[in-house]
């Protein structure tokens, strides 16, 4: 009996990790709620992709709906959801825009590319360097997605891993 109520304990902290997302810094607080930015205009910023591409968040308005992810590759969560994200990309590529942006510490740009190499994701990745655009979506904890409409609003915000995101992503952008 005690085998089972640890190995259910142990379950259930494995899982609220996955649930809640990472932080860097353990001995920051986490902001579990993200702001409500709903029907505000996204924040823009114009950053040069890993393959070396300049991109403008608001260059997409009036063609694509746009999903900006906040990530990193030491985070769990995190790399379980590139391949959902992968899944959704290659399925809506013609309707909307993934631009995944990671805020690993500097000199890790070589183990971002890895990691995307090896994961073979096809989606606009950026190295956030100084943590500037990262700075713009209001977390404290990853991964954070703000999923954004061809006209350039929020319309919805996803904090920590959400194993139904494909279908929830669908349903919010009517995909």
Partial sequence: MRILIS???LMAIIACIF??????????PRNRKP????????PDFTAQTIDGK???LSDYQGSK???VDIWATWCGPCQMEMPLLQKIYEK???KLEIIAVSVDERGDTGKVMKFVTDKNIKFKIIHDLT??????????SIPFLTVIDKDGKVVKTFLGL???LQSEIESTLGL
Avoid: E, W, Y
């Fill in 92 to 94: 809506h590529r013609d």
């Fill in 162 to 164: 959400n194993m139904n």
């Fill in 65 to 67: 709906a746009v999903i």
């Fill in 54 to 56: 300049t991109i403008t």
């Fill in 19 to 28: 649930i809640s997302g990472c932080t860097k810094d353990a001995s920051k």
């Fill in 131 to 140: 943590g500037d655009i990262a700075r713009k979506f209001p977390t404290r």
């Fill in 7 to 9: 190995n259910i304990l």
């Fill in 35 to 42: 702001i409500d930015l709903s029907q505000r205009t996204a």
